[in-house]
T-cell receptor, first 112, second 112 residues
């Protein structure tokens, strides 16, 4: 089991609320990623970071933002949640010498 | 641009029978190829990878995959399926860049 953590695991929130999804890893990996996945469907890359103070948008346009102030921490923020944001959000990381990504357990977000 | 195809949305196999989950890819240069498994309400778990060397790679839980460069394929196999293998399987490719492209996923059902 990889040491990458996501909180909360489940979140139900009303429209218009600001939320932050937390992701932390203890492996010292320089690269971190956020994916959006509808249940049982494909993954879409929404943000990635190659190191501290480096963030980029992914292939899928997203209204969320991310920050990378510390190597181990890569939070994702939605300033104003909408029902269209309802999905599962997966965080992953990879490091030098390890070609594969390691995934957290995911956060299942429901916006009512 | 990189792409990954998993031509079967669903694969059904009887317990004890061999299983194959298909994956084909398109990438410029030499590919790094991966298989992941996802159980309900969980993140993705790394199964195996091909980076270089022997075309047959072995991974976790008795799974293996065969890299075929001429057919640009990387099919996942297991000699004897278990009911507990039932899950969603993702093939992924990464080239010399840092990001991964995932296939759409194949749902494997192993019937008792």
């Amino acid at each position: 089991e990889a040491d990458i953590y996501q909180t909360p695991r489940y979140l139900v929130i009303g429209t218009g609320k600001k939320i932050t999804l937390e992701c932390s890893q203890t492996m010292g990996h320089d690269k971190m990623y956020w994916y959006q996945q509808d249940p049982g469907m494909e993954l879409h890359l929404i943000h990635y970071s190659y190191g501290v103070n480096s963030t980029e948008k992914g292939d899928l346009s997203s209204e969320s933002t991310v920050s990378r102030i510390r190597t181990e921490h890569f939070p994702l923020t939605l300033e104003s949640a909408r029902p269209s944001h309802t999905s599962q959000y997966l965080c992953a990381s990879s490091g030098q010498g390890a070609h594969e990504q390691y995934f957290g357990p995911g956060t299942r977000l429901t916006v009512t | 641009a990189q792409s990954v195809a998993q031509p079967e949305d669903q694969v059904n196999v009887a317990e004890g029978n061999p299983l194959t989950v298909k994956c084909t890819y398109s990438v410029s240069g030499n590919p790094y190829l991966f298989w992941y498994v996802q159980y309900p309400n969980r993140g993705l778990q790394f199964l195996l990878k091909y980076i270089t060397g022997d075309n047959l790679v072995k991974g976790s839980y008795g799974f293996e995959a065969e890299f075929n460069k001429s057919q640009t394929s990387f099919h996942l196999k297991k000699p004897s399926a278990l009911v507990s293998d039932s899950a969603l399987y993702f093939c992924a490719v990464r080239d010399y860049g840092q990001n991964f492209v995932f296939g759409p996923g194949t749902r494997l059902s192993v019937l008792p």
